[in-house]
């Protein structure tokens, strides 16, 4: 539970950092991507997010 509840406090406190970005940026869903998968490469986030290498 320790894990968890690290987890979704550092969900939160990204959410906050991210309010006021722009309503299509991607951030959000690269955070939950992150969360949700440990080991994240950026080809899994290219595809996932469908966004380019620079991107």
Known sequence: ????????LAREQMG???RGRRA?????????LILARPLVSSAV???DLKVTTRG
């Not at 539970?1 to 979704?8: N, Y």
């Not at 299509?24 to 939950?32: A, E, M, P, T």
């Open 1 to 8: 539970m320790k894990g968890h509840d690290r987890l979704m």
């Open 16 to 18: 906050r950092r991210l």
């Open 24 to 32: 299509h940026s991607k951030l959000r869903q690269l955070v939950d």
């Open 45 to 47: 986030t290219e595809k």
